[in-house]
């Protein structure tokens, strides 16, 4: 039976020698234990950092924090204009509540601006003239037109005015047409 070249050179020892040969010139390989077991490993010591190195970790520590604080204050900023913006919206519904003129069976209307559109409002006879004359204002109110006497127009402006969506001024020099709509809204 033949052989194989390999079981031939194996049978001869040759192949042994040259195994031999190459573990001689090879270092010889350590065995390391695995971490945290045996020796402790040693590891090269980080460089030391530069002073620019320095210099910048600390810019960059200012600047979180400059950012943080920032951010904090401007969270105080919002909360504190939402509770204020909260407290007067309290204020004018407290105001408002039975104060409102609004009719029900009103049937002449009265246009007027408020928030660059031309709105309107149903009023009777009586309250349309003192509406003109600047006894009555208009409050707008969650999106409500709100129908109120002149001294309650008068503190909701005090507290918000643009709240105030119509409050004429008696002293103003327009006049009231023969229908009952002043001069300036006459189109």
């Known amino acids: ?14 192949v042994k ?16 234990p695995p971490p945290g077991k045996g020796k402790p490993q040693h590891h090269k010591p980080k460089p030391a950092r530069t002073q620019e190195e320095i210099d910048l970790a600390k810019a960059y520590a200012i600047r979180a924090q400059t950012e943080a604080n920032e951010r904090k204050r401007a969270e105080q900023e919002s909360a ?6 909260r407290e007067r919206k309290a204020k004018v519904q407290q105001l408002l509540e039975g104060n409102a003129l609004n009719k029900a069976d009103a049937d002449q209307v009265r246009h007027f601006e408020y928030g660059g559109k031309i709105r309107r409002l149903y009023v009777d006879a009586a309250q349309l003239a003192e509406l003109n004359a600047g006894k009555l204002g208009v409050i707008q109110n969650a999106g409500r037109y709100v129908l109120v006497a002149q001294s309650t127009a008068e503190q909701i402006r005090a507290i918000d005015p643009h709240l105030v969506a119509l409050l ?10 023969e229908d009952g709509v002043p001069d300036d809204l006459m189109w």
């Open 17 to 32: 020698q040259l195994k031999d040969e190459k573990r001689q010139q090879q270092p010889p390989v350590r065995q390391t």
């Open 80 to 85: 504190e204009q939402a509770r204020l913006k």
């Open 168 to 177: 004429v001024d008696p002293s103003a020099s327009g006049g009231v047409g």
């Open 1 to 14: 039976m033949v052989d194989s070249l390999r079981d031939q050179l194996l049978k001869s020892g040759i």
